[in-house]
């Protein structure tokens, strides 16, 4: 098995993306296109680490307007109460609906910290060229793809509500300033994660060979 | 899909017997029709020698990565799915989403009014956000594979643009997100059992059933043997 550390790349093949075919460089010069299903053909995703840092950036700008502002103004007989995502899980909290707190608190707070954290971190492994537990560091990202996704809970939850509670005078939801800015996040993280490219982490190992 | 053994290691420049494509040719000691019997890693671009046996999940020696996993009747199953999942998804559209009792008024949903609501309130781009990842990703989905297995089912050759389809379905793949959803409609209503009486409608069950059905029409495509299908080039 002396071939186990062979690579696409230093084989001169590249990994279609989407169909997974694998096409000589050299056929690419004519053709950019896969063959197979005509996806843009590239040896790693273009700009990779420029694109994640741009998105990352973005997101962590809008993390925070999204984290003040509120996300829902509740208002029962008369009085107005704006809440924000922490004022919403405080509250749970307080009121003995945990539950509710630790799905709201996990989905709207924790991961998307957790994921601009882990991609920042990502990000200048790559660049600092480290070799430090690359296995792990590829579960890590597989666990950023995944868990992306689930952040949108909160903004589902503020749509049913307002859906939902038309009661005029008696109680009233409306969506909030920060319901956008939190959209933004979840979509630019998502968008961050897609751009980073996983391989990146594994290149520098054969480098040094 | 029938594969020949693969005897030789990835250097190996013997002619394939199944070479299906004479035209390409040699290229930097590797033979092309050799790379059909390859699979490089999505996350860390090692190659890999596929195996014979058919029926196996392949992980990826140095990260762990899952390369390929055999579906057994890919086509069969994934299409039985979609058109459950298609009926479910025009059951969760057409009736009563959730009702809301209060003090003697009743207010009743569906699933888009939710959408229109935000809309009203000028929240255009969270309005389609939501319209998007619950309504149309799915609805794009099932048709979309409900138009490129139907022709394969039937043995017939693929429908036209049912590979640059595919490619877009295997796309919008993160952006589905009736599970999260449905995460949501459980969170509201715990948030307003407290405020007023919630009755789940057809709707929820539906809905609830759809996202079952739909991962389970998912997990059962077999993109590798739906690829040999689409293949542009035949």
Same mark, same amino acid.
């Given at each position: 098995?002396?071939?186990?550390?062979?690579?696409?790349?230093?084989?001169?093949?590249?990994?279609?993306?989407?169909?997974?075919?694998?096409? +000589? #460089?050299?056929?690419?010069?004519?053709?950019?296109n896969?063959?197979?299903?005509?996806?843009?053909l590239?040896?790693?995703?273009?700009?990779?680490?420029?694109?994640?840092?741009?998105?990352?950036?973005?997101?962590?700008?809008?993390?925070?307007?999204?984290?003040?502002?509120?996300?829902?103004?509740?208002?029962? @007989?008369?009085?107005?109460? /704006?809440?924000?995502?922490?004022?919403?899980?405080?509250?749970?909290?307080?009121?003995?609906?945990?539950?509710?707190?630790?799905?709201?608190?996990?989905?709207?707070?924790?991961?998307? !910290?957790?994921?601009?954290? *882990?991609?920042?971190?990502?990000?200048?492994? #790559?660049r600092?060229?480290?070799?430090?537990?690359?296995?792990?560091?590829?579960?890590?990202?597989?666990l950023?793809?995944?868990?992306?996704?689930?952040?949108? #809970?909160?903004?589902?939850?503020?749509?049913?509500?307002?859906?939902?509670?038309?009661?005029g005078?008696?109680?009233?939801i409306?969506?909030?300033?920060? /319901?956008?800015?939190?959209?933004?996040?979840?979509?630019t993280?998502?968008?961050?994660?897609?751009?980073f490219?996983?391989?990146?982490?594994?290149?520098?190992?054969?480098?040094?060979? | 899909?029938?594969?020949?053994?693969?005897?030789h +290691? #990835? =250097?190996?420049?013997?002619?394939?017997?199944? &070479?299906?494509?004479?035209?390409?040719?040699?290229n930097?000691?590797?033979?092309?029709?050799?790379?059909?019997?390859?699979?490089?890693?999505?996350?860390?671009?090692?190659? %890999? %020698?596929?195996?014979? &046996?058919?029926?196996?999940?392949? $992980?990826?020696?140095?990260?762990?990565?899952? @390369?390929?996993?055999?579906?057994p009747?890919?086509?069969?199953?994934?299409?039985?799915?979609?058109?459950?999942?298609?009926?479910?998804?025009?059951?969760?559209?057409?009736?009563? !989403?959730?009702?809301?009792?209060?003090?003697? @008024?009743?207010?009743?949903?569906?699933?888009?009014?939710?959408?229109?609501?935000?809309?009203?309130?000028?929240?255009?781009?969270?309005?389609?956000?939501?319209? =998007?990842?619950?309504?149309?990703?799915?609805?794009?989905?099932?048709?979309?594979?409900?138009?490129?297995?139907? +022709?394969l089912q039937?043995?017939?050759?693929?429908? +036209?643009?049912?590979?640059?389809?595919?490619?877009? *379905?295997?796309?919008?793949?993160?952006?589905?997100m009736?599970?999260?959803?449905?995460?949501?409609?459980?969170? /509201?209503?715990?948030?307003?059992g407290? =405020? /007023?009486?919630?009755?789940?409608? *057809?709707?929820?069950?539906?809905?609830?059933?759809?996202?079952?059905?739909?991962?389970?029409? !998912?997990?059962?495509?077999?993109?590798?043997? $739906?690829?040999? %299908?689409?293949?542009?080039?035949?």
């Amino acid at each position: 098995m002396n071939n186990k550390l062979t690579t696409a790349l230093q084989l001169g093949l590249i990994n279609c993306h989407d169909c997974r075919q694998l096409v +000589p #460089v050299q056929q690419t010069k004519t053709r950019p296109n896969c063959p197979r299903c005509g996806a843009r053909l590239h040896q790693r995703k273009p700009d990779s680490l420029t694109r994640t840092w741009a998105l990352v950036l973005t997101a962590m700008i809008l993390i925070i307007p999204a984290n003040l502002l509120p996300i829902t103004v509740t208002t029962t @007989l008369g009085t107005k109460q /704006a809440d924000t995502i922490l004022s919403g899980v405080i509250y749970f909290m307080q009121t003995g609906s945990w539950e509710i707190a630790a799905v709201i608190f996990i989905a709207s707070i924790f991961v998307p !910290f957790a994921k601009l954290c *882990i991609l920042i971190f990502l990000l200048l492994t #790559v660049r600092f060229r480290s070799q430090w537990r690359p296995r792990d560091r590829t579960s890590l990202y597989r666990l950023t793809e995944l868990v992306g996704r689930w952040s949108m #809970v909160d903004i589902y939850v503020v749509t049913i509500l307002v859906a939902l509670v038309k009661l005029g005078a008696i109680a009233d939801i409306e969506a909030g300033p920060a /319901a956008v800015y939190f959209a933004a996040v979840v979509v630019t993280t998502m968008f961050a994660a897609n751009s980073f490219d996983p391989r990146l982490i594994w290149d520098v190992l054969e480098e040094e060979v | 899909m029938s594969r020949k053994p693969a005897q030789h +290691p #990835v =250097l190996s420049s013997s002619p394939s017997p199944d &070479n299906r494509e004479p035209s390409r040719q040699q290229n930097d000691g590797v033979v092309t029709s050799e790379t059909d019997r390859l699979i490089a890693c999505h996350d860390c671009d090692l190659l %890999h %020698h596929l195996p014979d &046996n058919r029926t196996t999940t392949l $992980l990826c020696a140095r990260c762990g990565a899952v @390369l390929r996993r055999r579906k057994p009747a890919t086509v069969e199953r994934s299409l039985a799915w979609i058109t459950a999942a298609l009926i479910l998804f025009i059951l969760s559209n057409s009736f009563p !989403f959730l009702a809301i009792q209060s003090s003697g @008024l009743v207010q009743e949903t569906i699933l888009l009014s939710g959408i229109h609501e935000l809309w009203k309130q000028g929240l255009h781009g969270l309005s389609v956000l939501v319209l =998007l990842t619950c309504v149309l990703v799915p609805l794009v989905q099932m048709l979309g594979l409900l138009y490129i297995l139907t +022709p394969l089912q039937f043995g017939r050759t693929p429908a +036209p643009y049912a590979g640059s389809l595919y490619r877009f *379905i295997q796309e919008l793949a993160p952006w589905g997100m009736m599970e999260v959803f449905m995460v949501g409609i459980l969170v /509201a209503l715990v948030k307003l059992g407290h =405020l /007023a009486t919630i009755i789940p409608g *057809i709707s929820v069950f539906s809905f609830a059933a759809l996202i079952f059905v739909m991962a389970a029409a !998912f997990a059962s495509l077999d993109p590798v043997l $739906l690829w040999d %299908h689409l293949d542009l080039r035949r």
